[in-house]
Nanobody, 123 residues
Framework: QVQLEESGGGSVQAGGSVRLSCRVSGGTYNRYLKGWFRQAPGKEREGVASIDKVGRTTYAESVKGRFSISEDNAENIVYLQMNSLKPEDSAMFYC?????????????????WGQGTRVTVSS
């Protein structure tokens, strides 16, 4: 059973930065596609960023140029660096994992999820 645990959320002013971390355990880390998703109150969950096992990445249009996904394979941690934050980025952020069939990074079809960490951006 794959387990994911997020950390690093909090409150920040607009224009600021936050780095989220997600520790992945319970499986073979490099078999998995990893992604970050977010859900704001009253809105559907949306994919933010994804990284595959060879390091290719993809991003939602709304965060391109501001967010960056990366990972530490030795520590089984995936990161989401968020810069130039806007109030509309406020949400619960979730880390997720899926088996990687070499189809490239994607923002859908994930099997395992963390509990989430909240990010609040004030204006």
């Amino acid at each position: 059973q794959v387990q994911l645990e997020e950390s690093g959320g909090g409150s920040v002013q607009a224009g600021g930065s936050v780095r989220l971390s997600c520790r992945v355990s319970g499986g073979t880390y490099n078999r998995y596609l990893k992604g970050w998703f977010r859900q704001a109150p009253g809105k559907e969950r949306e994919g933010v960023a994804s990284i595959d096992k060879v390091g290719r990445t993809t991003y939602a249009e709304s965060v391109k140029g501001r967010f960056s996904i990366s990972e530490d394979n030795a520590e089984n941690i995936v990161y989401l660096q968020m810069n130039s934050l806007k109030p509309e980025d406020s949400a619960m952020f979730y880390c997720a994992a899926a088996l990687d069939y070499l189809g490239g990074p994607r923002l859908y079809g994930y099997n395992w999820w963390g509990q989430g960490t909240r990010v609040t951006v004030s204006s």
